[in-house]
T-cell receptor, first 115, second 116 residues
Framework: GAVVSQHPSRVICKSGTSVKIECRSL??????MFWYRQFPKQSLMLMAT?????????EQGVEKDKFLINHASLTLSTLTVTSAHPEDSSFYIC???????????FGPGTRLTVT | AQSVTQPDIHITVSEGASLELRCNYS??????LFWYVQSPGQGLQLLLK??????LVQGIKGFEAEFKRSQSSFNLRKPSVHWSDAAEYFC??????????????FGTGTRLQVTL
């Protein structure tokens, strides 16, 4: 089956710094990737849709200047949390869409802790 | 707007017992329905999905789900639970756009605990 990886799996950063999370489709090309955020014991909330070669589409209430998304190739999307604050601490999960089936495969997630 | 309700936040069953996790959805058109499982600190793994055909869907790890349009439900079942099934289970709904990327709406999840 299709495999999606995320790097890093865990990251701790200081308040005010930026951190980049990578999402890669390992054995398929993905023109579309999704970024989700999951708070402890809660469901996944869609943050944005990442499209290769174009700007990301953000969900209502998500700050595009704070959560920068770059989908530079058909196998890589990055999420950069800029000027991180403790309230940005969360579990970030990406998913990649296969073509033409439209199946969605999820990465293992990245645990971000901002101190 | 579409929504998914998982009424049970936490369920505990004994190993070997049967399991049913409830999922109700609200959707304006024919839905594409999913069940995912998430182990602690991990991403989501697809258990099964439904978009048409036989309303009883078989998935991986011995799970099945039944789509009942009249009840707007898509409950997940397993005849005999194993200790390794302990995890968080999410029901999700998306538009019926096969072949295109679809945003999913997730329920709040049901945490399954299995006692030995």
């Amino acid at each position: 089956g299709a495999v999606v990886s995320q790097h890093p799996s865990r990251v701790i950063c200081k308040s005010g710094t930026s951190v980049k999370i990578e999402c890669r489709s390992l054995d398929f090309q993905a023109t579309t990737m999704f970024w989700y955020r999951q708070f402890p014991k809660q469901s996944l909330m869609l943050m944005a849709t990442s499209n290769e070669g174009s700007k990301a589409t953000y969900e209502q209430g998500v700050e595009k200047d704070k959560f920068l998304i770059n989908h530079a190739s058909l196998t890589l999307s990055t999420l950069t949390v800029t000027s991180a604050h403790p309230e940005d601490s969360s579990f970030y999960i990406c998913s990649a869409i296969t073509s033409p089936s439209g199946e969605q495969y999820f990465g293992p997630g990245t645990r971000l802790t901002v101190t | 707007a579409q929504s998914v309700t998982q009424p049970d936040i936490h369920i505990t069953v004994s190993e070997g017992a049967s399991l049913e996790l409830r999922c109700n959805y609200s959707y304006g058109a024919t839905p594409y329905l999913f069940w995912y499982v998430q182990s602690p600190g991990q991403g989501l793994q697809l258990l099964l999905k439904y978009f048409s055909g036989d309303t009883l869907v078989q998935g991986i790890k011995g799970f099945e789900a039944e789509f009942k349009r009249s009840q707007s439900s898509f409950n997940l079942r397993k005849p005999s639970v194993h200790w390794s099934d302990a995890a968080e289970y999410f029901c999700a709904v998306g538009p019926l756009n096969t072949g295109t990327a679809s945003k999913l709406t997730f329920g709040t999840g049901t945490r399954l605990q299995v006692t030995l």
